[in-house]
């Protein structure tokens, strides 16, 4: 049944490359969308306290140099005032220490030895309470951004009838339901752990490049720079394939969590064909492909992790020779030793810190590359949603979401047409097939004249109920849906009933969001009622109440039959014009289907029925039979 989208490019692979950047930026106008947003003002939050935190950090970073001098000096004095000041400053800043690796806060000197350069001394011993609220703003920005993208996501999703064409017309998206919900859980938390290095980085950039500039010359940021734009076209050829792989193993991934969830979902079929050893072997086999997929994974990201891990210490010995420069050119040869290591230990702190912010960035590289994938398959998503949310704007029919209150089982009703569907000329294909099941059907649905329709297997009865429904397009024709859907209009019961999540009541009530007309004794007696006349008057003692939260799958408690009078209770409840029903009653026996749609004709209802048992048509006025091959017969049933 499912047909394919827009088919991409041959060469057509993610990666880092404009349309990364494109949807990205969509995907950021999402997360921003103005100025003025609570997202905006966290992020200047954020900033706030990243610059304050790089105050702190830079004041910290000067004091080794300090002590060289004092100690050079011998000055008791300075000493005292300047060991206070380092007392409060790390105290200020080192509640807790957070990092495996020995920093030395007053050698730093011996720093790269102890810790890659991507860790300067004063960051990788301590925890600082900047840091924590700096982290709580992280955390509060990965909150409001995954609820943002979802919600987006959602709105495009749940738009009319998207979601059916997503996940059963189309295959060019795979796993949409794991898009939405761990890919964009991923991204926001991988973008949130990135967006403090990110948003600090052009400021330290500038204001340690042009420190650095004061202390070499023009060699030192030259060197730095030409050392990350090396180090930056390295990782971007490294990173390239990991954001393909990435994409593929969350695909596997996706699949592999649907084949669980199809085997939940149908157990109890499962159990009867004692398919255990079969379906353990099938989910095996995408396990298989999985974790191939993750070791292929794993092996491009170790060659990305040498080289990150390579520029990093590298990042030490240069800090050095940029360093040494002015030193053995004799630049300073007129100092004194003690001023010659205060200048050195300042020099270093600034050229370590400044390729310390190049090496950040480079670190970033794994989870840029994380960023990257998610983002892909994100944005197609959206695209795609975007895409068939514009193309359906257009007759597009009611949904759920947009019933009024006053079609609702005890309000007045809309203006009122004694017609339901008209179809002229109408051809019928299989979305995924040019075989056509219905040619030419010219058909008049109308209050009173009930229609049943019958056909072997695979002639298009419950294709016909989907052209009805808008779920699909005629291939030919025209179909007019002339009555509103929702109550007192026209209802669908599916082959397979639905159920959502909730309480009995919010069951019989679906897809209501309220409960009508008012919620009380009243309308606890109607739902009574229509669940007694639909047999499962006990259903409301096993769910304790119609309002108790239960925490079953109602499809793993109700059996066959019990969910289809469950359906024709929300019929009841719901009371449209004009039921459709494709076979909602083949597990129920004869009687039961006899009293059931008894009551629906006493409660006004026509019928729009597809069945095989003769005992519907006495409660039907026409037959169509499809015979298959596009031909069709449709006869009055003779009232005896």
Same mark, same amino acid.
């Given at each position: 049944? #499912?047909?394919?989208? /827009? #088919?991409?490019?041959?060469?057509?692979? /993610?990666?880092?490359?404009?349309?990364?950047?494109?949807?990205?930026?969509?995907?950021?106008?999402?997360?921003?969308?103005?100025?003025?947003? $609570?997202?905006?003002?966290?992020?200047?939050?954020?900033?706030?306290?990243?610059?304050?935190?790089?105050?702190?950090?830079?004041?910290?970073?000067? *004091?080794?140099?300090?002590?060289?001098?004092?100690?050079?000096?011998?000055?008791?004095?300075?000493?005292?005032? %300047?060991?206070?000041?380092?007392?409060? +400053?790390?105290?200020?800043?080192?509640?807790?220490?957070? !990092?495996?690796?020995?920093?030395?806060?007053?050698?730093?000197?011996?720093?790269?030895?102890?810790?890659?350069?991507?860790?300067?001394?004063?960051?990788?011993?301590?925890?600082?309470?900047?840091?924590?609220?700096?982290?709580?703003?992280?955390?509060?920005?990965?909150?409001?951004?995954?609820?943002?993208?979802?919600?987006h996501l959602h709105r495009l999703y749940f738009r009319g009838r998207v979601y059916y064409t997503l996940n059963v017309l189309r295959d060019d998206i795979d796993n949409p339901d794991q898009r939405i919900s761990q890919d964009v859980e991923r991204f926001c938390r991988q973008l949130s752990s990135m967006a403090s290095k990110l948003i600090i980085s052009p400021f330290t950039l500038v204001y340690y490049?042009?420190?650095?500039?004061?202390?070499?010359?023009?060699?030192?940021?030259? !060197?730095?720079?030409?050392?990350?734009?090396?180090?930056?076209?390295?990782?971007?050829?490294?990173?390239?394939?990991?954001?393909?792989?990435?994409?593929?193993?969350?695909?596997?991934?996706?699949?592999?969590?649907?084949?669980?969830?199809?085997?939940?979902?149908?157990?109890?079929?499962?159990?009867?064909?004692?398919?255990?050893?079969?379906?353990?072997?099938?989910?095996?086999?995408?396990?298989?492909?999985?974790?191939?997929?993750?070791?292929?994974?794993?092996?491009?990201?170790?060659?990305?992790?040498?080289?990150?891990?390579?520029?990093?210490?590298?990042?030490? *010995?240069?800090?050095?020779?940029?360093?040494?420069?002015?030193?053995?050119?004799?630049?300073?040869?007129?100092?004194?030793?003690?001023?010659?290591?205060?200048?050195?230990?300042?020099?270093?702190?600034?050229?370590?810190?400044?390729?310390?912010?190049?090496? $950040?960035?480079?670190?970033?590289?794994?989870?840029?590359?994380?960023?990257?994938?998610?983002?892909?398959? *994100?944005?197609?998503?959206?695209?795609?949603?975007?895409?068939?949310?514009?193309?359906?704007?257009?007759?597009?029919?009611?949904?759920?979401?947009?019933?009024?209150?006053?079609?609702?089982?005890?309000?007045?009703?809309?203006?009122?047409?004694?017609?339901?569907?008209?179809?002229?000329?109408?051809?019928?294909?299989? /979305?995924? !097939?040019?075989?056509? +099941?219905?040619?030419? %059907?010219?058909?008049?649905?109308?209050?009173?004249?009930?229609?049943?329709?019958?056909?072997?297997?695979?002639?298009?009865?419950?294709?016909?109920?989907?052209?009805?429904?808008?779920?699909?397009?005629?291939?030919?024709?025209?179909?007019?849906?002339?009555?509103?859907?929702?109550?007192?209009?026209?209802?669908?019961?599916?082959?397979?009933?639905?159920?959502?999540?909730?309480?009995?009541?919010?069951?019989?009530?679906?897809?209501?969001?309220? *409960?009508?007309?008012?919620?009380?004794?009243?309308?606890?007696?109607?739902?009574?009622?229509?669940?007694?006349? #639909?047999?499962?008057?006990?259903?409301?003692?096993?769910?304790?109440?119609?309002?108790?939260?239960?925490?079953?799958?109602?499809?793993?408690?109700?059996?066959?039959?019990?969910? $289809?009078?469950?359906?024709?209770?929300?019929?009841?409840? %719901?009371? /449209?014009?004009?039921?459709?029903?494709?076979?909602?009653?083949?597990?129920?026996?004869?009687?039961?289907?006899?009293?059931?749609?008894?009551?629906? $004709?006493?409660?006004?209802?026509?019928?729009?029925?597809?069945?095989?048992?003769?005992?519907?048509?006495?409660?039907?006025? %026409?037959?169509?039979?499809?015979?298959?091959?596009?031909?069709?017969?449709?006869?009055?049933?003779?009232?005896?």
């Amino acid at each position: 049944m #499912a047909v394919r989208g /827009p #088919a991409p490019r041959a060469d057509a692979r /993610p990666r880092l490359d404009l349309q990364f950047f494109q949807r990205f930026l969509q995907i950021q106008k999402v997360l921003f969308p103005s100025w003025s947003s $609570q997202n905006a003002l966290m992020f200047l939050t954020l900033l706030c306290v990243a610059l304050l935190e790089q105050l702190v950090i830079y004041r910290v970073g000067l *004091i080794p140099s300090q002590y060289f001098g004092v100690l050079g000096n011998k000055d008791l004095s300075g000493f005292k005032t %300047l060991t206070f000041l380092a007392v409060v +400053l790390i105290v200020l800043n080192s509640m807790v220490r957070s !990092s495996p690796c020995v920093s030395l806060p007053l050698q730093p000197s011996v720093m790269p030895l102890q810790c890659p350069v991507g860790l300067s001394h004063q960051e990788a011993g301590t925890k600082l309470w900047l840091k924590s609220f700096d982290q709580f703003t992280c955390n509060l920005l990965y909150v409001s951004w995954r609820k943002d993208l979802t919600e987006h996501l959602h709105r495009l999703y749940f738009r009319g009838r998207v979601y059916y064409t997503l996940n059963v017309l189309r295959d060019d998206i795979d796993n949409p339901d794991q898009r939405i919900s761990q890919d964009v859980e991923r991204f926001c938390r991988q973008l949130s752990s990135m967006a403090s290095k990110l948003i600090i980085s052009p400021f330290t950039l500038v204001y340690y490049t042009y420190q650095c500039f004061q202390s070499t010359g023009w060699l030192g940021p030259v !060197s730095i720079f030409g050392y990350f734009l090396l180090g930056t076209v390295v990782n971007k050829m490294l990173m390239g394939p990991i954001v393909a792989k990435l994409v593929q193993q969350e695909k596997l991934e996706g699949d592999f969590r649907f084949k669980h969830m199809q085997i939940r979902v149908n157990a109890e079929p499962a159990a009867f064909f004692r398919a255990g050893h079969v379906e353990h072997v099938r989910t095996d086999r995408r396990l298989q492909r999985l974790l191939q997929t993750q070791r292929e994974l794993m092996s491009k990201e170790l060659w990305l992790y040498i080289g990150v891990n390579m520029f990093d210490y590298l990042g030490s *010995i240069l800090s050095y020779v940029v360093i040494s420069i002015p030193i053995f050119s004799g630049i300073y040869g007129d100092l004194s030793p003690t001023e010659l290591s205060t200048l050195v230990s300042k020099n270093a702190f600034v050229c370590m810190y400044l390729i310390s912010c190049f090496t $950040q960035l480079i670190d970033l590289s794994t989870t840029l590359s994380d960023v990257a994938g998610y983002t892909h398959r *994100i944005g197609e998503l959206q695209e795609t949603l975007l895409d068939m949310t514009l193309k359906s704007q257009d007759g597009e029919i009611l949904d759920e979401s947009e019933w009024d209150l006053a079609r609702a089982p005890g309000w007045p009703a809309t203006e009122r047409t004694d017609t339901a569907f008209l179809l002229e000329r109408v051809c019928i294909s299989a /979305p995924s !097939s040019n075989k056509p +099941l219905i040619k030419n %059907l010219s058909l008049k649905i109308s209050e009173g004249q009930s229609l049943l329709i019958t056909g072997n297997t695979g002639t298009g009865k419950t294709s016909l109920l989907r052209v009805l429904g808008g779920l699909w397009e005629s291939t030919w024709g025209s179909v007019q849906m002339l009555t509103d859907f929702g109550p007192h209009g026209v209802l669908f019961l599916p082959q397979k009933p639905f159920f959502t999540d909730g309480t009995l009541r919010e069951q019989v009530i679906y897809p209501l969001k309220e *409960i009508y007309p008012d919620s009380g004794s009243a309308d606890d007696e109607r739902i009574m009622r229509f669940l007694e006349l #639909a047999g499962l008057s006990g259903l409301v003692a096993r769910t304790e109440g119609l309002d108790q939260q239960v925490d079953w799958n109602w499809y793993d408690v109700l059996s066959p039959g019990e969910m $289809q009078r469950l359906s024709f209770a929300r019929l009841f409840y %719901l009371q /449209p014009k004009y039921a459709v029903l494709d076979e909602a009653t083949s597990a129920l026996t004869e009687e039961v289907e006899s009293e059931l749609y008894r009551i629906g $004709q006493q409660l006004g209802m026509t019928f729009v029925s597809v069945g095989h048992r003769r005992s519907l048509e006495k409660f039907h006025s %026409l037959v169509l039979k499809l015979c298959g091959e596009g031909r069709w017969e449709l006869t009055r049933i003779k009232v005896e």
